[in-house]
């Protein structure tokens, strides 16, 4: 049995990148993955160049897309791109100015005007995320200086990589006319019948909503039930293939990891994330005391205003303490990103007239240790955080 975190989390393990761990993952034992085919519902793959399980999720979600991106059209050069290098050879080499060639004659929204410095900008974008996950290299020039020149040359090699990108569907591609469609055809939506039975297809569901989730809510569709009358069989293979517990209260299920494994968690070692928690540390006080009065599931409606004079009185109390950029920062601003951050956490929804916060919310608080010096301050927040003390299930 292996612990399974980085598949998890990582798109994919490049052996170029981190042999050590490409072959701890190739030399996987025959257990786990069953357990990944049979359980999670998973593929595999495991070639002489990466390891990578193409994961799933229980539900589409907002922040699932790539974080460099900021336009759709980023997404569209970024599927022509793919067509482009898919036929290259491993080393082959190439010029951006035939990527652009190749952009401007299959670019499918209208006509592609390479003057324009939003489209530039977008393509450099795309070029840096295949840089990143290493579907090319750069052999000569600097990309970066297309935003500002469109004759700009790079010259550039294909990895052979990029073929592993898009997941095999298991029907043409352009047989769909949505995602719920998509995701209907990989026997993927419970209570859906393509050949599986209704109990399989809530046993992969629950596994991927809790691997891959930071917290599952219970709703009328009968998962949440079933992680409750599995929960044993599911302590025991979280515990073994992520060192992980499970908590189940009435309102929601999540897993806690200890010691960081994961690199994108909730708590975090992010600013934002500190101020998360204490705003939420303020709410939970006022609920403690009675000022506020929790609905019966759990969850909270403040109005616009008064949910901004509980984020002014911490901002006033706290700011001191938050780091130099977030101490520069205007209100408004991270008032912002703040509500972007709970809401990407599945902690918060932006109804009119307000915010929700789901029950997750309510489960943590965060202080700051008062006795620290400036210059620590500088270095890292001395964030304490308290987990809810509310007994599960």
Request: charged share 30%; with cysteine; proline share 2%.
């Amino acid at each position: 049995m292996a612990e399974i975190i980085d598949l998890l989390e990582r798109f994919w393990i490049l052996k170029e990148q981190d042999k050590e761990l490409y072959y701890y993952y190739k030399n996987l034992d025959r257990e786990t993955k069953d357990f990944v085919r049979e359980k999670l519902g998973y593929n595999l793959i495991i070639n002489q160049h990466l390891v990578k399980l193409e994961k799933i999720p229980e539900s589409p979600k907002p922040w699932m897309g790539v974080k460099s991106f900021s336009e759709a059209t980023d997404y569209v050069f970024l599927c022509i791109l793919l067509s482009f290098i898919e036929d290259k050879g491993r080393d082959e080499q190439f010029l951006l100015s035939h990527i652009t060639e190749y952009i401007f004659i299959n670019y499918p929204i209208g006509d592609l005007d390479w003057t324009q410095y939003t489209k530039r900008k977008s393509l450099v974008r795309v070029l840096n995320f295949a840089l990143q996950m290493g579907f090319i290299k750069i052999d000569d020039g600097n990309q970066e200086i297309f935003s500002d020149n469109y004759e700009t040359e790079v010259l550039y090699e294909s990895t052979g990589l990029s073929r592993y990108f898009i997941r095999n569907f298991i029907q043409e591609y352009t047989g769909f006319n949505s995602y719920e469609e998509i995701l209907k055809a990989e026997c993927f939506t419970v209570g859906e019948n393509d050949g599986l039975p209704s109990g399989a297809l809530k046993r992969t569901a629950a596994y991927r909503a809790l691997m891959l989730e930071n917290v599952l809510y219970n709703k009328e569709d009968g998962l949440f039930s079933y992680i409750r009358n599995k929960r044993g069989i599911l302590q025991s293979d979280f515990e073994k293939y992520m060192a992980g517990e499970l908590n189940i209260y009435k309102d929601c299920a999540y897993l806690v990891v200890e010691d960081n494994r994961y690199r994108e968690a909730f708590p975090e070692d992010k600013n934002i994330c500190d101020i998360s928690l204490m705003l939420l540390g303020e709410i939970r006080s006022l609920v403690d005391n009675g000022e506020l009065i929790l609905n019966a599931d759990d969850t909270l409606f403040l109005e616009t205003d008064r949910f901004n004079d509980i984020f002014e009185a911490c901002n006033q109390e706290y700011r001191e303490m938050w780091n130099k950029e977030y101490r520069s920062k205007s209100g408004d601003l991270i008032k912002k990103e703040l509500i972007d951050y709970l809401s990407g956490c599945n902690m918060l929804v932006i109804l009119p007239g307000g915010y929700r916060l789901l029950p997750l919310a309510i489960r943590f608080t965060g202080y700051y240790i008062r006795d620290i010096s400036e210059q620590d301050l500088e270095k890292h927040s001395d964030l304490s955080v308290k987990e809810g003390e509310e007994n599960g299930e």
